[in-house]
């Protein structure tokens, strides 16, 4: 059992309002804490750097589980994912530069530049790195943002599906405002520990998988980080998002096998073709836009 797992008893503070929390459940021997002021979700966990380059190699973009059992595979439907994104945008705001964190192979950027946006991204992984640059030509430098020098500026940071993974996540967030040029935007899209189908699942809910997963937020989380650095929120609702059929049955397996009640279901997810695309079936993802104000 590790270190985490024998500090049940320990109140820590909250990353996000600084007031204390209190450990609620423990998953994959690794406490979840709860904020007893604002509700954020958090694990008792300090990792450094090192933690983001181990939990995020080639296994997680290649070996199912918790991550993807073929990554690359799912470009097509990245791409459109990142042009919706774009679309989107235009009601706020016209391309101009953006910085994708956490872009991978660079999938969701390419789709962001097709429809006039311009710059670039970061990813700790350095093979998906190397493909986005390799194979897409695109500029993803391979780093942590909580470890970047902000030379540039930007009009757009998004951060899809990367929030919850910051090893730091106040220094990365920081890093991120002080790139990010005034009146511009942060476009963040995550998993929402408040919606309906977190609470109805509770502590068996698919993103309490610790220690990939760090934190849990809702969209009034978010809105507060902003606030603290500076942002404003100007409108947030619930992403188009589509999966392919590898990719869902390699999360329902990592899920279900935990289950005596699950395995039994494991053989039927054989029926669906590894390309078959389909809409996310949940409710429990946000997407968030804020803007700098200050």
């Not at 991550?67 to 791409?79: K, M, S």
Request: proline residues 6%; aromatic residues 12%.
């Amino acid at each position: 059992m590790n270190r985490s797992a024998q500090t049940g008893d320990r109140s820590l503070p909250c990353p996000i309002c600084y007031q204390s929390s209190q450990p609620i459940f423990n998953k994959y021997d690794y406490w979840i804490c709860a904020c007893q002021n604002c509700g954020h979700r958090f694990v008792d966990l300090s990792p450094t750097v090192a933690h983001t380059q181990q939990v995020y190699g080639d296994d997680y973009f290649t070996g199912g589980g918790s991550g993807y059992p073929d990554y690359l595979a799912e470009a097509t439907l990245l791409r459109r994912h990142g042009r919706r994104y774009a679309k989107r945008l235009l009601r706020y705001t016209q391309p101009g530069r953006v910085l994708d964190v956490g872009a991978a192979a660079g999938f969701i950027l390419q789709g962001l530049m097709d429809t006039g946006w311009q710059g670039q991204g970061v990813e700790p992984n350095a093979r998906m790195a190397a493909h986005a640059q390799e194979h897409l030509g695109l500029k993803v430098q391979t780093g942590a943002l909580e470890t970047l020098s902000p030379e540039s500026q930007y009009d757009l940071i998004t951060f899809i599906q990367v929030l919850p993974h910051f090893f730091n996540l106040r220094q990365a967030l920081t890093v991120a405002a002080d790139m990010t040029a005034l009146e511009g935007y942060w476009l963040i899209e995550t998993w929402n520990r408040s919606s309906w189908t977190a609470r109805l699942l509770g502590q068996a809910w698919h993103e309490y998988s610790p220690p990939s997963v760090l934190h849990w937020f809702s969209p009034e989380d978010v809105s507060q980080l902003g606030r603290q650095l500076g942002f404003r929120t100007v409108a947030q609702g619930r992403p188009a998002k589509w999966i392919n059929g590898a990719h869902a049955k390699s999360l329902l397996r990592y899920k279900l096998q935990e289950s005596p009640l699950g395995k039994p279901l494991l053989p039927l997810l054989n029926l669906v073709p590894d390309g078959l695309a389909f809409p996310y079936p949940a409710e429990d993802l946000f997407w968030i836009l804020l803007q700098k104000v200050t």
